[in-house]
């Protein structure tokens, strides 16, 4: 897919109230999959961000297949499903595709697992037909978004991996985005199994290989990627040939440094949509 001169200028925020101003350029597609993220797109923590509903109902309405591509292992599918609900977004399974997903790929049918993980990452694993055990003597150790991460869980992993397993992370992103700021991710959870085992690990999420072949698996025609991080939405975009439409709501601020550079970038969902179908109306 290619695109016109003129996508980073497509729209500029405005200094008054984070609003996106359009400009006269080419509008974003209107068919086709918009791959969407979930954390500090469409809620913090669990929280709706306001707007996300409409903004939805509207792409929908103009036939756009929505996808929620989430790098958050933690929860389950049930569970992401009834915070959309409760976000006024109707979803199904065939809807979302999560790390946990990926993490899982890498995994064969049988083989034994360690994980360091909460309820999403675990649903995956036994889907793919591991089997979950509390030992050190396993074929792989999946690291994923978790509370229960203590020292005797680390130097359980640790040592799993210094004999033989291998180490899977569903994701490495640094931080988590809540309403009140910042917490640690699954990347600070991993990189200290890293550190503390002397191997490196296999990624699974975005923007790494096994979640890239499950979305062109199941999505071949994606025209959109929206996320608040380009570190992993806006590669994702880059790998898919699609643009990368960047959000304020979550972990990236007005002024913070964009690497990859946002071809879009907009207050959050809802404007976005909105300016999105307000250019191709003015086309």
Do not use: C
Not at 203 to 232: F, N
Not at 259 to 270: F, I, N
Request: charged share 20%; proline share 6%; net charge negative.
């Amino acid at each position: 897919m290619e695109f016109g001169v003129g996508w980073l200028d497509e729209w500029t925020q405005s200094s008054q109230g984070g609003r996106v101003e359009r400009s006269a350029s080419p509008s974003l597609p209107l068919e086709g999959a918009w791959i969407v993220d979930l954390d500090g797109v469409v809620w913090l923590a669990g929280q709706p961000i306001a707007g996300v509903g409409e903004a939805v109902g509207l792409l929908r309405e103009r036939g756009v297949r929505v996808v929620f591509a989430t790098n958050n292992s933690a929860p389950t599918v049930d569970e992401l499903i009834e915070r959309m609900r409760r976000a006024d977004i109707g979803a199904e399974p065939a809807d979302i595709i999560t790390s946990a997903q990926a993490a899982a790929s890498l995994v064969r049918p049988g083989e034994s697992v360690l994980a360091l993980a909460d309820g999403g990452a675990r649903e995956a694993l036994v889907a793919r037909g591991a089997r979950l055990v509390d030992e050190v003597r396993v074929d792989a150790v999946v690291v994923g978004w978790t509370h229960d991460f203590t020292f005797d869980r680390l130097a359980q992993a640790a040592d799993a991996v210094r004999a033989g397993a291998r180490l899977i992370g569903t994701n490495d992103d640094p931080t988590h985005p809540t309403p009140t700021g910042l917490l640690p991710g699954s990347g600070a959870l991993l990189v200290s199994v890293v550190t503390a085992s002397g191997h490196q690990a296999q990624v699974a999420g975005k923007p790494y290989q096994p979640m890239i072949d499950l979305i062109k698996t199941h999505h071949p025609d994606v025209t959109v990627v929206v996320g608040d991080r380009p570190s992993t939405d806006g590669l994702l975009a880059r790998a898919l040939g699609a643009p990368f439409a960047l959000v304020l709501s979550g972990v990236t601020a007005s002024g913070d440094p964009v690497d990859p550079p946002a071809d879009v970038t907009a207050s959050d969902l809802r404007e976005l949509v909105r300016g999105a179908l307000a250019q191709r109306a003015a086309d």
